[in-house]
């Protein structure tokens, strides 16, 4: 009877901001961090599962420290236990009532038991010998559901509606596992349109995005108007036709700020407008989207919880919604996020970029292919094109599509090279 | 020239649950506990600023580590400097483009930016020689309005409204001073209500509420329904007329199972029904507002920024607001959520209890009437009667009223005995 016996918390940090990757209107100088979570256990094969928990350097110390906080909710847990029933496990630490204080449901220690419960899918996926988005794919509509913490949904989707959409998927799963090993999902890059870019390298990024086969790529906007009219301009004829160009301000903007800005963007048809203002701001986004349609608004990477998530969707606040794996309680609560957007009918386009958000969001979006959604049409996943290398099993990018990962798991182990290289503040890299 | 010097955490945690000492519907054992935030400076005259930011025990070493990740964005300032403009200090501390990921503003590292700002606001005070409240009324309009982050909030409170609603309180100010000194400001108390108490130690409490002089009480529910109603009746009972009794689910209802449950209490004639669900769901508390009146529904104790005050004033999802004075960013943004208030015309009726809440957060509700809202009709501050005695300058209590504090600062020192014997893990009392 196999039992975790560890659960660590690595502190990694790679020096982006010595070359500008990553900057953007809010963010103007990122170090990609993450807190590397290993789950241990003493069974003999070595089972073990691993996560990121995404940040941008300072403050991981405190994000190490919140996963630390975890180790007696599951330290000394049946392994078999843990990956029968992972619905009862993730409610088990979101439901601390000490720890709950600190949230509840967000900020740092929400992040940290994310990153548990996605190490512990991690370990789930590679018991069962399968990449994670085949293994979720895998599951009966009724385990999924069981999978989901419904408290404070039920207002907008319950379990049997839940139940509902995953068995209107069902049957063509089997397709649809073919054709994402065929041909893989739709991926955007953002990789062209950092901030801090010259408009010469701006240029030949987005001619070198339309030539690699990207459909859409995304600029990061908001720091100057005039600048971001002039960029756009240049990176709209760069891209040629066919490709569309999206916009992302990073919550630069107050209301009425995002408005005036974002109507200057319109005539470059934006293919949506990312993060105007405070992602907390559903009202705000409601009256912005009301302001500037037929622009498509879009929010998501920030928001950091089902109930945020809930009220974008019933508030009609944007036409796209971004997920990111490693910002809420893990794969469980972005199951419930991806069956609120399949209710409300609302296309989502992962976030990803930073460090092992490619990833890992990858397996959420084609789970979500697969067994809600059913649709990859007029989606994508974010892709940046940095520090993929440190991964046993990146992700593999062809003509502007994601591969389906094949090997075992969550792809989120870290080479040992690496792990040793970027640990902070005493590995080499950081001399 | 003084400079700060250091910025000491401690972590210091109350073995309360040992006596189901605030236990509800959520938190069935917490253990009191704060993290101690010093800021030292070199000023001849020993001059530091004292805050508490308050958990619930668990991770309570993980907020003590987001306080310290915020050493090198304050040690070194020069002390004039912070002091003379605590607005610019705090939009510091909440801008770092680095930290900022781990919230934005909200959770662990939003309470532990909150507690250093509030230590700032300790300081300035006692370097002034008055009570914060004090401090805070004799500050100009426009030295209030400087103080306040307006980022996200102009679609609902410009700084030009902020000020108009600073100048019209202007003029009563001296004599609400003298108000609150002569009589205080009017208490109402959560002592009686605790769920682990049994129905005669309810009973007792209740009338020797009533007895002490208090106005208003309130109790915990959302456990068991056919409980809550028993323990109303033997409440309202006990209270005697001229006695309100309000309700506080702490978040245990879906939006669906409060609306039942609160008609269900609704013959009681709760004074108000607090935290009927998730924090985070304005749009909740709209639909169950609207479908309990005229049952007023107020929330805030765990609205985790001024952009969630916004919204829950935006759409009318409150009648009345609970403010906390260390969930939020600090002195300065609950400034900005009472004058947010203030525009919407909706009462404050501040959180309190924990370890040091009753004693911080009764300086805003003095400020706020001296110099915002300027009344004090039909609000009063929670109070619970523990924990007290380990503070140097604790609140006092006189026929249901606060005593307006006469000794300089924000009330906040603890005395040595107590950090020396509650300091955990290795103090006496966790022997």
């Known amino acids: 009877m196999a039992r975790i016996v560890a659960l660590e918390a690595g502190d990694i940090r790679f020096p982006t901001s010595r070359e500008l990757i ?21 069974a003999p094969s070595g089972l073990a599962g691993h996560a990121l928990v995404f940040t941008i350097g300072r403050g991981n110390e405190v994000q190490a420290a919140a996963v630390r906080a975890l180790s007696d909710l599951v330290v000394d847990r049946e392994v078999d236990a843990v990956l029968g029933d992972l619905g009862t496990f993730a409610r088990d630490l979101t439901g601390d009532s000490q720890l709950r204080w600190l949230g509840p449901e967000k900020g740092v220690m929400h992040m940290a038991i994310g990153g548990v419960v996605n190490a512990a899918w991690d370990m789930a996926a590679r018991h069962a010998g399968q990449p994670l988005w085949r293994f979720i794919a895998a599951l009966p509509p009724e385990a999924i559901v069981a999978a989901i913490d419904f408290r404070y949904l039920t207002d907008a989707l319950t379990p049997d509606e839940a139940l509902a959409i995953l068995r209107r998927a069902q049957p063509g799963r089997a397709a649809r596992v073919a054709e994402l090993s065929r041909c893989g999902y739709p991926a955007y890059t953002t990789s062209p349109g950092w901030l801090g870019y010259s408009d010469g390298k701006l240029e030949a990024l987005v001619r070198q995005a339309a030539t690699d086969g990207f459909r859409t790529l995304k600029l990061k906007v908001g720091a100057d108007l005039a600048e971001d009219v002039r960029r756009m301009r240049i990176a709209r004829a760069a891209a040629g036709a066919g490709v569309a160009i999206a916009v992302d301000a990073n919550q630069r903007w107050d209301v009425g700020e995002a408005i005036g800005w974002i109507r200057a963007l319109a005539p470059f048809q934006p293919a949506w407008v990312e993060e105007p203002t405070n992602p907390d701001d559903v009202l705000g986004h409601v009256a912005i989207r009301a302001a500037v349609a037929p622009v498509p608004i879009s929010s998501g990477e920030h928001t950091h919880n089902r109930v945020m998530f809930k009220q974008l969707l019933q508030a009609h606040a944007v036409d796209l919604l971004q997920i990111d794996a490693a910002r809420v309680g893990g794969v469980n609560e972005n199951l419930a996020i991806l069956l609120l957007a399949a209710k409300f009918g609302v296309r989502v386009f992962p976030h990803a970029g930073g460090v092992g958000l490619c990833e890992m969001v990858q397996h959420l979006a084609m789970a979500d292919f697969v067994a809600i959604s059913g649709s990859m049409e007029d989606r994508a996943i974010e892709y940046v094109n940095h520090l993929h290398e440190h991964f046993s099993d990146p992700v593999r990018i062809r003509d502007g599509r994601y591969l389906a990962p094949a090997a075992p798991g969550f792809s989120t182990e870290m080479r040992e090279a690496s792990l040793r290289e970027f640990a902070w503040p005493d590995g080499p890299a950081w001399h």
Chains 1, 2 share one sequence.
Do not use: I
């Open 22 to 42: 990553g900057s953007d209107a809010m963010n103007h100088d990122p170090d990609y961090s993450a807190v590397y979570v290993t789950l241990r256990s003493d």
